[in-house]
């Protein structure tokens, strides 16, 4: 059972335009979310998360929006850089237990930036 | 502050083996988490350990296994290998206590069984 999902597996998009990444979720018990970074041969790299109390987070290029009645979250990049290329992964967890290492990851997009 | 380190960074065994992975997480850090990552199946949780006791523990089979130091350093192993195991196998630590702070993640070890 698949409960974050990502159904885009890749997306290519212009430099300069935005990047959308979309996530879904089906466990009403994750209140916390996450997006993290990915490079070959390297960990992921935690990007920008958003707690469930709230619908919009931003940081930099970077805004995550939450949408709890769709259980759907997006990731904004805007504008989007060629660096920004690599695997974008979503996470949840239910941060109000003690699960707080028990990260649930989406299958992952892989994002392509082009110059 | 130095992030987690994994070592090895690769590894290659033959199918019926066991392995040892070690992971040391950032200084202060007492959560440490182990995860698998294959191409098929993303990143999928293997277990959590915080103050040397398994805290959480993912749908992974008992040839999977795990422990924590007094440091908070944590090895993984795996025994009666098969080929499915290949893999990048991600340890991310954790202060633990209350989610105040995201998981950091190492580099990963690559196993490959053959």
């Known amino acids: 059972d698949q409960q974050v999902k990502q159904n885009s597996p890749s997306l290519s998009v212009q430099e300069g335009r935005i990047s959308i990444l979309n996530c879904d979720y089906t466990?009403?018990?994750?209140?916390?979310f996450l997006w993290y970074k990915k490079y070959p041969a390297e960990g992921p790299t935690f990007l920008i998360s958003?707690?469930?109390?709230?619908d919009k987070n931003e940081d930099g290029r970077f805004t995550v929006f939450l949408n709890k009645s769709a259980k759907h979250l997006s990731l904004h990049i805007v504008p989007s850089q060629p660096g920004d290329s690599a695997v974008y992964f979503c996470?949840?967890?239910?941060?109000?237990?003690?699960?707080?290492?028990?990260?649930?990851f989406g299958q992952g997009t892989i994002l392509t930036v082009h110059p | 502050k130095a992030g987690v380190t994994q070592t090895p960074r690769y590894l290659i065994k033959t199918r019926g083996q066991q392995v040892t992975l070690s992971c040391s997480p950032i200084?202060?850090?007492?959560?440490v988490s182990w995860y698998q990552q294959t191409p098929g199946q993303g990143l999928q949780f293997l277990f959590e350990?915080?103050?040397?006791?398994?805290?959480n523990k993912g749908n992974f089979p008992g040839r999977f296994s795990g422990r924590q130091f007094s440091n908070s350093r944590s090895e993984m192993n795996v025994s009666t290998l098969e080929l499915g195991d290949s893999a990048l196998y991600l340890c991310?630590?954790?202060?633990?206590?209350?989610?105040?702070?995201?998981?950091?993640f190492g580099n990963g070890t690559r196993l490959t069984v053959t």
């Open positions: 996470a949840a967890v239910n941060a109000g237990g003690t699960s707080y290492g028990k990260l649930t």
């Open positions: 350990y915080f103050s040397e006791t398994q805290r």
């Open positions: 466990n009403s018990m994750f209140d916390y």
């Open positions: 991310a630590s954790s202060p633990g206590t209350g989610f105040n702070s995201p998981l950091h």
């Open positions: 200084s202060g850090h007492r959560s």
């Open positions: 958003i707690s469930s109390i709230k």
